[in-house]
């Protein structure tokens, strides 16, 4: 089965912290995810990265930025974090495209307070 | 914006069938139907996906309507344990930007004893 992990469940930080939010994956998927989940928002998506060193941002990339220096591993940074970005934080991986279902595996997500 | 629209909440009785609609309008021919779902505290689930024909597989079945317009999510046995938000997605079947899931708010489905 595939497995993604993140590096924690449950965070709690300062406004103004730097924060870095882990994810890896088992499978050598080329594209990994990162989203937030809010109440009454859903899912939105904050970067992608198609490969090694690609990155592409989503909807809400304001705030944050990424990294993908090996293939199994995608971080995600809060350069400064602020009270407005306490959610769920979920990673996801996929296969490449092409090939059906379009399935993406999640992680069980880290939810992050600042406070 | 999500394409889809899907009813806030919905219960069932355990055991029996669980139907969730999902109204895709303006969908187009190349586009697949994704349902997800996700279980509290924990990452979305894959269920399964469709074009144009029906399908079933063992978790789920699919019923898309002739004009593709609507379809139906369908647990034919509901359990406590699929007690879940379910989330009905439309996407093309190729990689980039334009092939990223979009999630709605999804259906809370209740599955009661």
């Known amino acids: 089965d595939v497995k993604v992990t993140q590096s924690s469940r449950y965070l709690v930080k300062r406004t103004g912290e730097k924060v870095f939010l882990e994810c890896v994956q088992d499978?050598?998927?080329?594209?990994m995810f990162w989203y937030r989940q809010d109440p009454g928002l859903g899912l939105r998506l904050i970067y992608f990265?198609?490969?090694?060193?690609?990155?592409e941002k989503g909807d809400i990339p304001e705030g944050y930025s990424v990294s993908r220096e090996k293939k199994e591993r995608f971080s995600l940074i809060l350069e400064s974090a602020s009270t407005n970005q306490t959610s769920m934080y979920l990673c996801?991986?996929?296969?490449?495209?092409?090939?059906?279902?379009?399935?993406?595996?999640f992680g069980p997500g880290t939810r992050l307070t600042v406070t | 914006d999500a394409k889809t629209t899907q009813p806030t909440s919905m219960d069932c009785a355990e055991g029996r069938a669980a139907n969730l609609p999902c109204n895709h309008s303006?969908?187009?021919?190349?586009?697949?139907v994704y349902w997800y779902r996700q279980i509290h505290s924990q990452g979305p689930q894959y269920i399964i996906h469709?074009?144009?024909n029906n399908e079933t597989n063992e978790m789920a079945s699919l019923i898309i309507t002739e004009d593709r317009k609507s379809s139906t999510l369908i647990l034919p046995h509901a359990t406590l344990r699929d007690t879940a938000v379910y989330y009905c997605?439309?996407?093309?079947?190729?990689?980039?930007?334009?092939?990223?899931?979009?999630f709605g708010k999804g259906t809370k489905l209740s599955v009661k004893p």
């Open positions: 469709g074009l144009k």
């Open positions: 990265s198609y490969d090694v060193k690609m990155k």
């Open positions: 997605i439309v996407r093309v079947n190729y990689g980039g930007s334009q092939g990223n899931l979009i």
């Open positions: 303006t969908i187009s021919g190349n586009e697949y």
């Open positions: 499978m050598d998927h080329e594209n």
């Open positions: 996801a991986s996929r296969e490449s495209s092409g090939r059906l279902p379009y399935e993406q595996y």
